[in-house]
């Protein structure tokens, strides 16, 4: 009976793997070939905790007046246009888009919404470089599954830190 053990050990740690495996797979996926968006953060401060420097982040989207948060499901996609370069938000609703337009998944939190990432990591000692970051930078898919891969300056620039 010991060797069944060990068989179905092996199998669960086998499908464990796999699934994690695809999980990153399809974030790579994400980040290789999503579409660049950028949304407008709120005022920050870059501060250091024990897991390391990071950047709180709060976008001007996640308490919009513009977006009816009373009437929200607990989650759902959010439609943008692109303006100028920056998301501006349209309407909520999981619909078809034109091309100009892309969606965003949210979800409904006590004091708002959340929209993406609520922090940004970076390397120690390069906090200063990130004080001038205006803005979010995603990729997003089609589907609205959205990722933080960097912020950018007021000039729409993504800030690469000097090392």
């Known amino acids: 009976m010991t060797w069944l053990r060990y068989l179905i050990i ?4 086998v499908i464990i793997v796999a699934l994690l495996s695809s999980q990153i797979y399809s974030l790579e996926q994400l980040r290789a070939n999503g579409r660049i968006v950028l949304l407008e ?18 976008y001007a989207q996640d308490r919009s007046e513009n977006i009816p948060q009373d009437k929200l499901e607990p989650q759902g996609t959010l439609i943008f246009t692109d303006k100028e370069g920056v998301g ?4 909520v609703g999981d619909v078809t888009t034109s091309d100009e337009e892309y969606k965003i998944a949210y979800i409904k939190e006590r004091f708002g919404i959340n929209i993406g990432s609520p922090r940004f990591y970076f390397e120690n000692g390069t906090a200063q470089d990130y ?6 930078v995603f990729k997003v898919d089609e589907t609205g599954r959205a990722i933080l891969v960097g912020l950018a300056d007021e000039n729409k620039n993504i800030i690469n830190p000097k090392r």
Not at 41 to 58: F, I, K, S, T
Not at 88 to 91: D, I, N, S, V, W
């Open 41 to 58: 953060l709120r005022p920050v401060d870059p501060r250091a905790l024990m897991m390391g420097d990071y950047m709180a982040l709060q």
């Open 88 to 91: 501006e938000f349209l309407r």
């Open 131 to 136: 004080v001038s970051a205006r803005y979010g």
């Open 10 to 13: 092996a199998f669960t740690g």
